[in-house]
């Protein structure tokens, strides 16, 4: 991508939220020859994927800890190598057992516990037959969602080609099978597949983490498909010095391109005069003025915080407050003086991404919790130990582990003041069943439940992903009707973020996708 042939070059841009996205779209934006600023309210870029200390001395991944749905074409587009980007060796999900039979999912293959011959087997079509299905949504996936009505070339251009992949890219046996459980819940369909109740519980353990949903819930095979999307990018991995490298390497990438970015300079409102953004009012009451407002925030914060609802209909602002957006996930870190002793793993295998899901129903049950606001008693976990890949996240002998748990519904019951506690101690306690003595090993802890990342990282209802990835709020329909392809009703504001489509994960597309859209509204010509 070049400035050569680019009609609107002196165009003043602002970026509101210097997460992932708005790097990324800030980044295309400065080399595609606009003037780009960020304003990030926090002390560092990254957002959620920026790193931190909990402890002195410990450093962790802050949301993120995973890397696994980067997208390539953003990866080269920005020369994200060339800026530091090491994504680290990739890593194995190993899903434990009390009884130390556990079992390694790769990309498509599968060893250990008690598998039989047939699951095996199948595990192998089945990936391979999902992983067809991921692909075939890529031409939507890599562009702006087509318009409900009123399509531009654009829009049926991507429709044509999705039509396409999903024909002929599939075939017909395949597309059938594809509409047959598009819309259906991962529980039936591996009930169809498979035996091994801790094979079924891993696998639906990735359809609902970061989502209010259970493994029976209609959409959890969308939510599976969405994951296995991201992964046909990039494998899953570890990055040394944590996801907060990623966003250094990005961060890198926008100055390279000629971003300007200031940190601690949270935007308290955007201007806006005759219907059109003029430019962001910071908390400081500094006012900046620009051509073109980009948001990274969350749709809600975007337009019920940061704009005054008396700009909208009252339709849209109705669309916008029904947002399902309330996190149901709470980001535990720990500091350990060694590294847990969990029967049957070597240190090599605790190296890799284990998770606790034992099986279907061991899922859903923790899912029930959730509906009537109370925490799971025995919640779903995915748990990392970067430091064994990267011992300068800890002192010498000692570890950092990093634990996604779920359920931990944002609006509890009872209220995260006094239940914070309770839920950690649940957390270790649920470990110590697979790794005796665990609890003696915590010298140090952290918990952020969906409140605290709500505060800390200015997300609504503190959702990784800006609002469930359920159907009704994906591609055309992401955030709302009426702001989904990037654009927004207040004239030159658009969206960036997780908010817009396709959705969360660290692939950055939603930030491309939106610099594209900014540039060709703009008379950006290649």
Known sequence: ?????????????????????????????ARAGYRVDILEARSAMGGGAASSDFAEGYRVSGLAHILHSLSPQVRSDLQLDAAGLETGDSIDTIALDKAGQHITLGIDTLAGGDLSADDIEAYGRFKREFIGYAKALEPLMMNKPPRLKDMDRRDKLTLAKLGWQLRFGLGKDSMREFLRIGGINIYDVLNEVFDSPLLKGA???????????GPRTPNTVLTYLHRLWGETHSRPSLPSGGMGSIAKALERAAANAGVSMRTAAKVQRILVVDGAAVGVELESGEQLHADIVISNADAKTTFLKLVDSSEFDAMFVHRVNSIRANGDVAKVHLALDGLP??????????????????????????????????????????????????????????HVMSISASFAPYALKLGWETQRDAFMQRVIAVIEQYAPGFGAQIIAREILTPVDIETQYHLSGGHWHHGEMAIDQLFMLRPVYGAAQYDTPIEGLYLCGAAAHPGGGLTGLPGRNAAQRVMRATEWRP
């Open 1 to 29: 991508m070049t400035k050569t042939g680019f009609v609107g070059a002196s165009k003043s841009v602002l970026v509101v939220g210097g997460g992932h996205n708005g790097l990324v779209c800030a980044s295309y934006l």
């Open 203 to 213: 696998i639906a353990l990735d359809a609902v983490m970061g989502q209010h949903m």
């Open 341 to 398: 002793k969990i029967v049957g793993l070597s240190v090599e295998q605790l190296s890799q991404r284990l998770i606790i899901a034992p099986n279907m129903r061991y899922v859903e049950h923790a899912f029930n919790h959730s509906k009537y606001a109370e925490f799971s008693e025995n919640p779903l976990l995915e748990i990392t130990i970067p430091s064994i890949a990267d011992s300068s996240l800890a002192p010498p002998g000692h």
